[in-house]
T-cell receptor
């Protein structure tokens, strides 16, 4: 296992279009997180899954955003009707949570540019 | 509401010297703290972590210190190397463990 994988690495889209990103976590990890990062800021939490269950969503996650993790393996993040303010780096992370906190490992990110 | 704060946006250090990066937090429920290193256009890379039951954790050139009473942690890099030049983020998570909270980062430049 080579770590968390995200696809695509870069995406340029026109305002109003829909985009979908994919994340493949480390295989034995049960938690999967989506974060967003803009220039000069730290990563901001969007949502997380425990296995296939989406347990928490940030208020940053408007109704244009939806995330899924079918079968508790890979996850997708879809943004509908993209806006220029959606331009950011979208980061996926995974961790193995067995009752105690452990580190989360991040993927390389997907850089979204909305023009 | 920024629960994890890194008040120094940037730091420059000579190669071979010590780099000290600082982080403060406000939430007393945080019980696990992490440092990540990030290069441009890449995702954060995990460096080192510390549980609230400890006050120090060391891994090679990297040492993290935790002062719970002051709600402060720091990352020491000794000796600093040019390859350490990157943005460093501290992060924290509470014992309910549903999300990691990140600071805004400190950009470290190690001068050869």
């Amino acid at each position: 296992d080579t770590g968390v994988s995200q696809d695509p690495r870069h995406k340029i889209t026109k305002r109003g279009q829909n985009v979908t990103f994919r994340c493949d976590p480390i295989s034995e990890h049960n938690r999967l997180y989506w974060y967003r990062q803009t220039l000069g800021q730290g990563p901001e939490f969007l949502t997380y899954f425990q296995n296939e269950a989406q347990l928490e969503k940030s208020r940053l996650l408007s109704d244009r955003f939806s995330a899924e993790r079918p079968k508790g393996s890979f996850s997708t993040l879809e943004i509908q009707r993209t806006e220029q303010g959606d331009s950011a780096m979208y980061l996926c992370a995974s961790s193995l949570h067995t009752g105690f906190n452990t580190e989360a490992f991040f993927g390389q990110g997907t850089r979204l540019t909305v023009v | 509401d920024q629960q994890v704060k890194q008040n120094s946006p940037s730091l420059s250090v000579q190669e071979g010297r010590i780099s000290i990066l600082n982080c403060d937090y406000t939430n007393s429920m945080f019980d696990y703290f992490l440092w990540y290193k990030k290069y441009p256009a890449e995702g954060p890379t995990f460096l080192i972590s510390i549980s609230s039951i400890k006050d120090k954790n060391e891994d090679g050139r990297f040492t993290v210190f935790l002062n719970k009473s002051a709600k402060h942690l720091s990352l020491h890099i000794v000796p600093s190397q040019p390859g350490d030049s990157a943005v460093y983020f501290c992060a924290a998570i509470s014992n309910t463990g549903n999300q990691f909270y990140f600071g805004t980062g400190t950009s470290l430049t190690v001068i050869p």
